[in-house]
């Protein structure tokens, strides 16, 4: 069974641009959550959506918007570019809301 | 204060010793505790994951966690050069806006050298 998949792997965008990133679950995950990771430290958290609806927001601003479609993938969009969302963009997928958690391998996303 | 935190490293140990990694968390409401490793360039990889007080072990990885201290820490036995990587503690709450939602370590990173 394939794993999560994220698409594209790499980016690069300009200060001011926009970005629209994917994600494809598991087979039979309902569930999906986006963390933001910047070299060096942990995942932070940025959505999380079940049953194509919001779940969880992090801190982020409101640059930062994500929808689930029918069939359980999801799009990450992040507006107004700046050099400090430069990072690894990684989806997760689980069962259910508290369900394990599974990574993708992630969109790394940078910005000039 | 960070809410969950852990020591950065590098940690070092020879091949064939035992790795201890720890991680202590700031919210008595967390319910949920995980070990992630991730290696360089790569997604981070669920290797253990642990609900109640003690000790849960899975081959040569042992989870300990201690709710009263706030604690939990990762046992890796018979450390081997594969075993190289960031591991991330991350906790999970339940209920609420945090519903589903993982916190994550800044990540100890691990060498084992031959």
């Known amino acids: 069974d394939a794993g999560v998949t994220q698409s594209p792997t790499h980016l690069i965008k300009t200060r001011g641009q926009q970005v629209t990133l994917r994600c494809s679950p598991i087979s039979g995950h309902k569930s999906v959550s986006w963390y933001q990771q910047v070299l060096g430290q942990g995942p932070q958290f940025i959505f999380q959506?079940?049953?194509?609806?919001?779940?969880g927001r992090g801190n982020f601003p409101d640059r930062f918007s994500a929808r689930q479609f029918p069939n359980y993938s999801s799009e990450l969009n992040v507006n107004a570019l700046l050099l400090g969302d430069s990072a690894l963009y990684l989806c997760?997928?689980?069962?259910?809301?508290?369900?394990?958690?599974?990574f993708g391998s992630g969109t790394q996303l940078s910005v000039l | 204060q960070k809410e969950v935190e852990q020591n950065s490293g590098p940690l070092s140990v020879p091949e064939g010793a035992i790795a201890s990694l720890n991680c202590t968390y700031s919210?008595?409401?967390?319910?949920?505790f995980f070990w992630y490793r991730q290696y360089s360039g790569k997604s981070p990889e669920l290797i253990m994951f642990i609900y109640s007080n003690g000790d849960k072990e899975d081959g040569r990885f042992t989870a300990q966690l201690n709710k009263a201290s706030q604690y939990v820490s990762l046992l890796i036995r018979d450390s081997q050069p594969s075993d190289s990587a960031t591991y991330l503690c991350a906790v999970a709450n339940a209920g609420g806006t945090s519903y589903g939602k993982l916190t994550f370590g800044q990540g100890t990173i691990l060498t084992v050298h031959p």
């Open positions: 959506y079940y049953e194509k609806e919001e779940r």
């Open positions: 919210d008595r409401g967390s319910q949920s």
């Open positions: 997760a997928s689980s069962l259910a809301p508290q369900g394990l958690l599974f």
